[in-house]
């Protein structure tokens, strides 16, 4: 969970018990603080959120560590940790609420909002959203880049530089720059841009109070330090980066609160129809019926118990 170059904590947002049901609450509690502990000692995390809901409940809320390790700064509820794949499922939440109400189909090739992006006549948002494009992940080329792209708009030259892997639905490869392309075609679909789409689909009407893009130059109070490992496992300042151009794929900042607030409102009947929650949630297979494990953002899996979980990229 705690990889190189990746952020300094590793928020974490359960939906269900974190120990065996036959425990008791507090005793469920205290095995997984001792879960924690380890996982945080094991990955060399300085910094780690607990937030645990049932049934739209916080029953535990817990910081674990330093959010800046130089100056000593505790970690608390108030700390905003970068979410990374996470901002992936609140891009496809906001593209299915414009999908209900018309401004974009889902299935529709995107060529009628983009169309310079490769194949873009066969690839629909179902392809970007379930990572079965065909395109490259061109993201690894900017991933330690100063430039500030303030709207997808402004990023979408270098998305048509994408070279075509494989024909759309052929076969599913996590794909982060798929997601800047899904935010192109929602700015272009709405007339705005693509941090004004969050807020007014996702921000504001699931009431999250602590979810703001990871804006660089702005001072962004209770924001963590970033941290990474260098090659021999020692904890070191992550190199600078400006996410702007992946906002929509790994962008954003939350409390661990958040995003529990956030998980649970994925599920009230006045966010989302019944048909986009399975939209989100099911198993998209390939063009031959083979299942990838991917829904729209989300992973569809089993537990060892086999039954269906759903969790973040």
């Not at 409940?57 to 700064?73: C, H, I, K, T």
């Not at 009431?207 to 703001?212: E, P, S, Y």
């Not at 300042?237 to 400006?242: C, E, M, Y």
Request: contains cysteine; hydrophobic residues 40%; proline residues 5%.
């Amino acid at each position: 969970m705690f990889r190189k170059w990746s952020a300094n904590a590793i928020a974490l947002a359960l939906l269900s018990t974190t120990a065996s049901a036959q425990l008791a609450p507090e005793e469920a509690i205290e095995s997984a603080r001792t879960q924690v502990r380890k996982i945080m000692e094991q990955s060399k995390a300085p910094a780690c959120g607990v937030s645990v809901s049932i049934n739209g409940q916080v029953v535990w809320e817990e910081s674990f560590g330093l959010a800046n390790v130089e100056l000593q700064v505790p970690a608390t509820e108030h700390t905003l940790f970068g979410i990374g794949s996470i901002s992936k499922t609140m891009t496809a939440a906001a593209m299915m609420r414009l999908a209900e109400r018309g401004i974009v189909d889902i299935d529709e090739p995107i060529a009628r909002f983009t169309p310079e992006l490769p194949n873009a006549d066969n690839v629909t948002l179902r392809h970007l959203a379930n990572h079965q494009s065909g395109w490259e992940d061109i993201g690894s080329r900017w991933y330690n880049t100063l430039e500030h792209y303030e709207t997808a708009e402004s990023f979408a030259q270098n998305l048509a530089t994408t070279q075509i892997e494989s024909e759309p639905g052929e076969q599913a490869s996590y794909n982060t720059a798929a997601y800047s392309a899904i935010a192109l075609v929602l700015e272009r679909a709405t007339g705005d841009p693509f941090l004004q789409i969050i807020e007014q689909e996702v921000i504001t009407p699931l009431d999250l109070h602590a979810t703001v893009p990871n804006q660089t130059a702005q001072i962004i109070e209770n924001r963590c330090s970033f941290y990474a490992l260098d090659d021999q496992g020692s904890l070191q300042n992550a190199l600078f980066t400006d996410p702007s151009y992946k906002w929509a794929g790994a962008g954003f900042l939350m409390t661990p609160g958040d995003i529990v607030r956030y998980a649970d409102g994925l599920s009230r009947e006045d966010y989302l129809t019944d048909d986009s929650r399975r939209e989100l949630f099911k198993d998209h297979p390939t063009n031959d019926g083979s299942p990838t494990g991917f829904g729209l953002a989300w992973r569809v899996d089993q537990d060892e118990q086999g039954r269906t979980i759903y969790h973040l990229p």
